[in-house]
């Protein structure tokens, strides 16, 4: 990442970690670097290079039982430039509430979106500190629009929404589009995924649009989502594969958009069939919806 000033250097592969590997990396003040966080092992997967050695490790682990989760990463954030595309241009949508942000990559949410329409705000959050020392690059707004970096946890909605740096930048009387791109897996069933989800969405007007996606188990044997279940119990990340039905259970009221609850490798697809990934390798579900 050229735009940002934190590299971690990157070690062996699915190695031990060793206290020196720890210390070998430059750890900004306040951050865990012996507990593995979704953003870094993300970022690793996609080829980044800001990530402790234990997210590897842990990225790792769960390869050993789904092989071809970098694919579903990349998968994931192509449709996340095509969905962005989408609502910034076809839908008219202003105004971005990106949850779950990720570290900055090629294609942030403001970039994709101001290319199309430079006044496009945007608010992002997420709960990793390593990316709010990357803040800065999310924030490089086109002078007619604007962006705010918020740090909270989805998991505390009514914080979020109540945000001054949120109200200042989104008009929440006007469509806003919410995105949930890879993040509410990490919501535990424990942790009230759909209450959050309905506090979310009861705090946009009509006409908003909600954007999820989602990791699957619909593709898997019993056995392979026992393996799959016990690799991220290892990983460290809790992590919540859902099926289909329990995927369209958040989107009771809601109006589907075509083509509806789909694989992100079938979600307007920019290139043709033939070299598309299969929808099993990636395993990745998504849909897009308006609030009547
Ligand atoms: C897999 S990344 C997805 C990044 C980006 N949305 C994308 O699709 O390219 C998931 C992101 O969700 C964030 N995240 C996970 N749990 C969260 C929580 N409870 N609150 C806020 N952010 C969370 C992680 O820190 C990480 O940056």
Request: charged fraction near 25%; glycine fraction near 8%; proline fraction near 7%.
């Amino acid at each position: 990442m050229g735009c940002c000033d934190l590299h971690f250097r990157r070690g062996s592969r699915g190695g031990r970690r060793s206290e020196a590997a720890v210390e070998s990396e430059r750890v900004p003040p306040g951050i865990d670097p012996t507990k593995a966080h979704p953003s870094r092992r993300y970022n690793y997967w996609l080829g980044g290079k800001d990530n402790f050695a234990v997210d590897r490790e842990s990225a790792e682990m769960v390869a050993s039982a789904f092989p071809t989760v970098g694919l579903a990463a990349r998968e994931n954030r192509a449709f996340l430039k095509r969905v962005v595309g989408y609502l910034a241009g076809e839908a008219g949508i202003g105004q971005f509430l990106d949850i779950g942000t990720g570290l900055p990559s090629a294609g942030n949410v403001h970039e994709v979106a101001q290319a199309i329409e430079p006044t496009s705000r945007i608010v992002y959050v997420d709960n990793d500190q390593v990316v709010l020392v990357h803040a800065r690059a999310l924030l490089t707004s086109a002078p007619e629009g604007r962006t705010a970096y918020i740090e909270a946890d989805l998991r505390d909605p009514d914080r979020i929404l109540a945000d001054p740096d949120l109200r200042r930048t989104l008009d929440m009387t006007r469509p806003v589009a919410l995105m949930l791109v890879a993040t509410m897996h990490f919501i535990v069933d424990e942790d009230d995924p759909y209450g959050i989800f309905a506090r979310l969405v009861s705090a946009l007007p009509s006409g908003s649009h909600v954007v999820m996606t989602h990791a699957t188990s619909d593709h898997l044997t019993p056995e392979q989502y026992a393996v799959s279940e016990e690799a991220n119990k290892r990983s460290g990340v809790p992590f919540r594969l859902r099926g289909s039905d329990e995927f369209a259970r958040f989107f009771g009221g809601l109006e589907l958009l075509p083509p509806g609850i789909t694989s992100v490798v079938e979600w307007r697809p920019d290139v043709p069939e033939a070299d598309r990934p299969s929808i099993e390798d990636v395993s990745m579900l998504c849909a897009v919806a308006r609030v009547p």
